[in-house]
């Protein structure tokens, strides 16, 4: 049953660290999604890759948050310096063209 | 831009009887759409999806929706609601152009089932 995974899947840290979220995409997917989910904004869009290449990071802070995806197999989201307005549940997607998207069980970072 | 559009914050239905879930979307051309069930603490699972053709689409766990392009409307409905389908549904929209893109969700609904 192949599934979507995420690293951490709680994460609890002070205002000012790095924080670091790990995804792993379904086996021959082409496209990776990350969202944010809070209670105020809902699921928001932050940023997303097709062929490991970005394709859209409009939605995301860029002055502190960045998405990489060193291989297939790996996307990252980082935050440098975290502040409490970060906390919330961070889900990663994947997919392919047909734009179903299968998603993870989140990462719940909350910023002291 | 496409938004989608929620109203109903909550809702509360008796056990075993009927559930509709409000859906509108704006889009300027041909959607995609779906609808995703969140239980708490959980990730979004996949209900059902409408890319084209027939307008009811069949989900899992007893769910259908019904495209109406003429109201803008992809509503979710089930005859009989269980206990175990209490949680947060969410509707979403993707432009239908080639290759995958950001889904744009509503505010979502809770669904409050009552013994």
């Known amino acids: 049953d192949a599934r979507v995974t995420q690293t951490p899947r709680d994460k609890v840290t002070e205002m000012g660290q790095e924080v670091t979220m790990r995804c792993q995409p379904i086996l021959g997917h082409n496209t990776v999604f990350w969202y944010r989910q809070t209670m105020m904004q809902g699921l928001e869009l932050l940023a997303y890759f097709r062929n490991r290449a970005p394709l859209d990071d409009s939605g995301m802070p860029k002055d502190r948050f960045s998405a990489e995806m060193p291989d297939a197999t790996l996307a990252t989201l980082k935050i440098q310096p975290s502040e409490p307005r970060d906390s919330a549940v961070y889900f990663c997607a994947s997919g392919r063209d047909d734009n179903e998207q299968f998603f993870g069980p989140g990462t719940r970072l909350t910023v002291l | ?115």
């Open chain 2, 1 to 115: 831009a496409q938004s989608v559009t929620q109203p109903d914050i909550h809702i509360t239905v008796s056990e075993g009887a009927s559930l509709e879930l409000r859906c509108n979307y704006s889009y300027g051309a041909t959607p995609y759409l779906f609808w995703y069930v969140q239980s708490p603490g959980q990730g979004l699972q996949l209900l059902l999806k409408y890319f084209s053709g027939d307008t009811l689409v069949q989900g899992i766990k007893g769910f259908e929706a019904e495209f109406k392009r003429s109201q803008s409307s992809f509503n979710l409905r089930k005859p009989s609601v269980h206990w175990s389908d209490a949680a947060e549904y969410f509707c979403a929209v993707v432009g239908s152009g080639g290759g995958a893109d950001g889904l744009t969700f509503g505010k979502g609904t809770h669904l409050i089932i009552q013994p």
